[in-house]
């Protein structure tokens, strides 16, 4: 089978292709509007730009997605689609108690979707959005629970310098410490801080144990590299997003000299042109061009996502 992968998609914020930067932007303003505009959506609105994603991703050629969804509502149309891949239901939130419930519900849905007669070729796993969004308890609980159940788990991790700030320091880079009170508005941004960077801080409460796909991971260090290498994690690079949200280039060629498992995924419609991981690799090429060969990078494409179950 000639296998396509775009491992990272959100397909229902297909409905929100207007946040979609023209030009580089910062991330802290862009993840507040996509948070605000998310909880406006109603029901048809979010099935309908799911089922407008489905259909690009089917247009491009893709045979294997994983896609996050914050509504839970891209289960039964994913199931239903003929496609492959997990889709994850995502669970954020600071505030403790809320949290915890919401991960029991997801749990059960989770369970509960394992029967379903489609179940098999996409499967359903558990997000926990990122390390500054989700309660130390979340990420520790929700992982033990994907480990011991052997459910797929996939978290935003290492994306912007702000995160990295935010967990190290407590405080915002630069200009973008104006925007704090906005996006603590919108709940992002934790109370406490737990003084580590992203990639230690996950590993600390437990959370790379459980094996996540983790999307992103820009900021690294070679020692964080070599963690997320020994405890077989795979990473998702999505160079289009990260360069629209001004995040920067991620250090491809280091994970691939770590042997880490390397999947393309173009994001969401709200910080990417399109779906279509074939763009995704060419950008990918040209911007690491100095550093991994071009048929390595094509190569990332056809390596199927799945979690063995
Ligand atoms: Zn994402």
């Known amino acids: 089978m000639h ?30 509007r996509v948070g605000w505009k998310i909880s406006r959506l109603s029901r048809e609105e979010i099935l309908s730009a799911i089922a407008q994603g489905i259909a690009e991703l089917k247009t491009y050629g893709t045979t294997h997605v994983g896609d996050i969804t914050h509504s839970w509502l891209s289960v039964e149309p994913l199931l239903a689609s003929g496609l ?15 949290a915890m419930e919401r991960l029991q519900e997801a749990q059960k849905a989770i369970e509960s979707a394992r029967h379903h007669p489609n179940y098999g070729r996409m499967q359903v796993g558990l997000s926990l959005h990122a390390p500054y969004s989700c309660h130390p308890d979340l990420l520790r609980a929700g992982a033990r629970w994907c480990r011991a159940e052997n459910v797929p788990l996939c978290v935003h991790v290492a994306e912007s310098e702000v995160e990295t700030e935010w967990l190290l320091r407590g405080r915002l880079p ?33 959370v790379l144990d459980a094996h996540p796909l983790l999307v992103h991971g820009v900021y690294v260090s070679d020692e964080e590299i070599a963690l997320i290498a020994a405890t077989h994690c795979a990473v998702v690079h999505c160079p289009r997003s990260n360069h629209l949200l001004g995040s920067g280039r991620m250090p491809l060629e280091r994970y691939l000299r770590a042997n880490v498992p390397i999947y393309l995924g173009t994001d969401s419609r709200a910080s990417s042109p399109d779906l279509n991981v074939y763009a995704e690799a060419q950008f990918a090429c040209q911007l690491h061009h100095r550093y991994v060969p071009e048929e390595q990078i094509m190569a990332l494409l056809h390596q199927p996502l799945e979690h063995s179950l």
């Open 3 to 32: 296998y396509v992968t775009n491992a990272h998609t959100h397909l229902e914020l297909t409905a929100l292709t207007h946040l979609c930067p023209a030009q580089p932007t910062s991330f802290l303003p862009w993840l507040a």
């Open 84 to 98: 492959n891949g997990i889709v994850y239901l995502e669970v954020l939130g600071l505030e403790r108690e809320s």
């Open 174 to 206: 630069g200009q973008a410490r104006v925007l704090s009170p906005l996006v603590r508005a919108t709940g992002y941004l934790p109370t406490s801080v737990p003084r580590q960077r992203p990639v230690p801080y996950l590993a600390a409460l437990g």
